[in-house]
Nanobody, 117 residues
Framework: QVQLVESGGGLVEPGGSLRLSCLAAGFNLPYYSIGWFRQAPGKEREGVICRRSSDGRVDYAASVKDRFTISIDNLKNTVYLQMNSLKPEDTAVYYC??????????WGQGTQVTVSS
């Protein structure tokens, strides 16, 4: 059974950093394309950053490029989202998801990130 569990969210001041974790169970994470998504109040869910398993290519949303990075710890079967220089507009619930043909398939439960002073 595929399961994704996010953690690491919280309250951070503008300009600060957070690292989100997504622990995968039931499948071998490095062999899957994986992405991070977010949904702010009153807005649609949007893609933030995605990593393609076939060649390791990473695609970023323009709003997070040069601030967010994605990485995978194969031994821990965990994908991370490192977020730096956070802005109030980054406030959202963040989700990780497996991708099949670039379409999200399996979702975690989400973790709240709030950027505020």
């Amino acid at each position: 059974q595929v399961q994704l569990v996010e953690s690491g969210g919280g309250l951070v001041e503008p300009g600060g950093s957070l690292r989100l974790s997504c622990l995968a169970a039931g499948f071998n994470l490095p062999y899957y394309s994986i992405g991070w998504f977010r949904q702010a109040p009153g807005k649609e869910r949007e893609g933030v950053i995605c990593r393609r398993s076939s060649d390791g290519r990473v695609d970023y949303a323009a709003s997070v490029k040069d601030r967010f990075t994605i990485s995978i710890d194969n031994l821990k079967n965990t994908v991370y989202l490192q977020m730096n220089s956070l802005k109030p507009e980054d406030t959202a619930v963040y989700y990780c998801a497996t991708l099949v043909a670039n379409i999200p398939r399996d979702w975690g439960q989400g973790t709240q990130v709030t950027v505020s002073s």
